[in-house]
């Protein structure tokens, strides 16, 4: 069978609510694209999100919102193993054996630690420094090839790689080592106020983001409010970031290219492009969002889906785990 032979691909997001419609562009339809070519492992990380405060009912509630929302989006639980990072106890008990491999310099120089300890200085806990770890137990727990990763993780799959040449070099060949996959990504969508930076899910400008949860209306009054530019021509360039963000939002959520944006709405003037951006992006998300709630509504079958997958996974990890077991020198009885 094909399945048997195709390559591991192993991505996961954290449960914390509120997905941008840069995230669905960015990495929730790269995950729908994914699941034919490879056998993918997609998770859903609580136990990356407790390493900043969590409120727990809430925690609980993005678990499944963020189920629902990827499902609606065409992950197939049929053609992947979606779970949830927790029910797979392999990773905490993996990442634990790393962590005696991992040096606390090596942590405390991570990008992304310094800029989350800074944002949470308050707490700055031995989770949150050893979030790399059980990134990297993640990974490495099923024998994983690929990684699809953005530049902010990169360091992260570095550091993964690492620790497992690490391992293998000490107690022999141990785990495969997993490699970047770039994914072609559509061009990044930025702020509608401020096009300079990236969309943000924690923007205090509400009008800066659109959210996957937004109705058809608050999708169209972000993009009428959209920041543009004085001059009225609607082409992608440098010295026109609004415009161009708006004509990449256009072009990723119509399945076109800039260029032929940019023919559509040549001579026509910014009201009507914008209008017809929102109306194009509220037009996706209308059907993904009737999903989500119908599957939400549908407790019994999410679990149903949720545990078969934490199942699946954990058959795959537990193997890799014995395997690490017995290599460090842990005792199993017969
Ligand atoms: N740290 C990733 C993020 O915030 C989520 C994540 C956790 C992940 N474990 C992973 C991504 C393993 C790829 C592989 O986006």
């Not at 136990?47 to 499944?64: C, D, G, N, S």
């Not at 993996?94 to 090596?106: D, I, K, Q, R």
């Not at 996959?181 to 009008?207: F, R, T, W």
Request: aromatic fraction near 8%; include cysteine; glycine fraction near 6%.
């Amino acid at each position: 069978m094909e399945e048997a032979q195709s390559k591991v691909l192993y991505s996961a997001v954290q449960p914390s609510g509120n997905l941008t419609i840069g995230n669905y562009v960015g990495a929730i339809r790269n995950w729908v694209a994914l699941q034919g070519q490879f056998t993918c492992f997609y998770a859903i990380a609580d136990l990356h999100a407790i390493t900043v405060r969590q409120v727990p009912a809430e925690l609980r509630r993005h678990t499944l919102e963020l189920a629902a929302l990827y499902i609606a989006c065409g992950v197939d639980p049929a053609r992947c193993t979606l779970y949830v990072q927790s029910n797979v106890p392999a990773h905490a008990e993996l990442a634990w054996v790393l962590n005696t491999m991992t040096y606390v310099g090596e942590m405390e120089r991570m990008t992304q630690f310094k800029d989350k300890a800074a944002k949470h200085a308050e707490n700055v806990n031995m989770g949150l420094m050893a979030y790399p770890v059980l990134m990297a137990a993640d990974i490495l727990l099923y024998q994983t090839d690929v990684v699809p990763v953005g530049i902010d993780q990169r360091q992260h799959l570095e550091i993964a790689r690492d620790i497992a040449v690490r391992f293998n070099n000490r107690y022999g060949e141990t785990f495969r080592l997993p490699e970047g996959y770039i994914v072609k990504e559509g061009a990044k969508i930025a702020s509608l106020q401020d096009p300079l930076h990236k969309m943000s899910k924690s923007d205090e400008n509400p009008n800066a983001s659109v959210y996957l949860s937004d109705d058809r209306d608050t999708v169209i009054r972000k993009f009428r409010r959209a920041v543009t530019d004085s001059d009225n021509a609607i082409v992608a360039s440098e010295q026109k970031p609004g415009v161009t963000n708006l004509l990449n939002i256009y072009a990723a959520f119509r399945g076109c290219t800039v260029a032929e944006a940019e023919k559509e709405f040549a001579g026509k003037g910014y009201g009507d492009f914008k209008l017809a951006v929102g109306e194009t992006v509220a037009d996706v998300l209308a059907p993904i969002q009737a999903e989500q709630k119908r599957l939400l509504a549908d407790k019994a079958y999410l679990s149903d889906i949720l545990s078969r997958g934490a199942q699946a996974a954990a058959h795959t990890a537990r193997r890799t785990l014995l395997k690490v077991y017995r290599k460090v020198g842990f005792y199993r009885g017969e």
